[in-house]
C-alpha cells in the first residue's frame, strides 16, 4: 500500500511542534524521496525547508543552510516565491546565529525584496527588524534606528503588541550602543508598557534592567538600584532565576562603583546563595569573584 506523502508532513509537523527533531526530519526526508519520485517539486520544497528547520532547531547551522540552498534552487527554477522567502529567511537566520552579519544581510535583504513584491506584511516585517539588528551587531546604529522605524511602520498595520514590543526594544538598544542613554529609556518604557499589558513579566523585567544599564551609564545610582529592584521582584515571579541574579549582580556593581563596599557584599552574597541554592558553578565563580573583588 502506497505511502501517502501528505500523512507523513503532518506527522512530521506534529513531531515537530513536540520538538521531537529526529522523528520529524525522518518524516520529512520519507516525503522527499516520495515527492522526488513523483516530481512534485512543491512538495520537494516543502520537506527541504521542513528539514532544514529541524538542524535549525538543534543550532546545526551548516547542515540547516546546506538544505536551505538545494531548497532554494529548485525554488528559483520554479519561480515559487513563497519558497524563495522561507530559503532567505532561513539562510539568514543561519548565517545571523553564526555572527556572519554582511552575509545574514543580504540574505535577508533578498527577502524582503520577495516579501514586498507578494505582499506578506509579516515576511516584510521580519526581514526589517532582522536586518535592523544585523546592523546593531555591525554597530552602524543610525541604519540600525531606519529599519527598526520602518519595521515599526509595518506593525502598526499588523497591529500586533507582541512585534511593536520587539521594535521598541531593538530601537531602544541601538539607541543604548550609540550612548544616547536618555532616549533608549524612553522606547525600553514605551516596551515595558506594552509587556505590562501583555502579563509578560520576563520581558517586562527584562525593559526594568535595560533601564537601570541607561541610569548606571547616566551615573543615577540610585535611580538604577530602584529600576534593578523592580526587575528582581519581576523575575522572582516569573521564576527567571537567571534575570533574578543577573539583578543582583548589577545592584552590587552599583554600590561597589560609589565605593559602599557593605552593601555591594549585601548583594553580591544574595546572589552567590541564589547560584548555590542552583547548582551553577558558573554562577558561583561569577558572584564569588565579584566578593574577592571588594577586597582588594
Not at 229 to 244: D, P, R, S, T
Not at 254 to 270: F, G, H, I
Request: proline share 1%.
Amino acid at each position: 500500500m502506497a505511502v501517502d506523502p501528505e500523512n507523513l508532513l503532518d506527522e512530521a509537523d506534529e513531531a515537530f511542534d513536540k520538538e521531537d527533531w529526529d522523528t520529524a526530519r525522518k518524516k520529512f526526508k520519507t516525503a522527499l524521496k516520495i515527492f522526488q519520485k513523483e516530481n512534485d517539486q512543491k512538495g520537494v520544497c516543502i520537506c527541504l525547508i521542513g528539514i532544514a528547520e529541524t538542524y535549525s532547531s538543534v543550532e546545526n547551522w551548516q547542515e540547516a543552510m546546506r538544505y536551505y540552498e538545494d531548497c532554494l534552487k529548485i525554488a528559483l527554477e520554479e519561480n515559487s516565491e513563497d519558497d524563495i522567502y522561507a530559503c532567505y529567511e532561513g539562510l539568514g537566520d543561519s548565517y545571523s546565529s553564526l555572527e556572519q552579519w554582511d552575509k545574514a544581510k543580504e540574505y535577508y535583504e533578498k527577502g524582503l525584496e520577495i516579501a514586498r513584491k507578494i505582499d506578506d506584511k509579516e515576511g516584510e516585517f521580519s526581514c526589517l527588524i532582522n536586518i535592523g539588528h544585523t546592523y546593531s551587531s555591525l554597530q552602524d546604529w543610525e541604519e540600525a534606528i531606519n529599519y527598526f522605524n520602518q519595521s515599526m511602520d509595518i506593525v502598526k498595520a499588523l497591529d500586533n503588541p507582541e512585534l511593536e514590543f520587539l521594535c521598541f526594544i531593538g530601537i531602544g538598544d541601538a539607541y543604548f550602543g550609540s550612548e544616547r542613554w536618555e532616549t533608549a529609556i524612553d522606547y525600553y518604557e514605551k516596551g515595558r508598557q506594552i509587556a505590562s499589558d501583555l502579563g509578560n513579566k520576563e520581558d517586562e523585567a527584562s525593559c526594568l534592567e535595560s533601564m537601570g544599564d541607561c541610569l548606571v551609564s547616566l551615573q543615577k545610582l540610585s535611580e538604577a538600584i530602584e529600576k534593578y529592584q523592580a526587575a528582581i521582584e519581576l523575575a522572582k515571579e516569573a521564576q527567571n532565576i537567571f534575570a533574578h541574579f543577573t539583578n543582583l549582580i548589577k545592584i552590587g556593581d552599583a554600590y561597589s562603583s560609589e565605593n559602599q563596599k557593605p552593601e555591594a557584599l549585601e548583594y553580591y552574597e544574595k546572589a552567590q546563595a541564589l547560584a548555590q541554592q542552583i547548582k551553577n558553578n558558573e554562577l558561583i565563580e561569577l558572584a564569588k569573584e565579584c566578593i574577592d573583588q571588594l577586597s582588594e
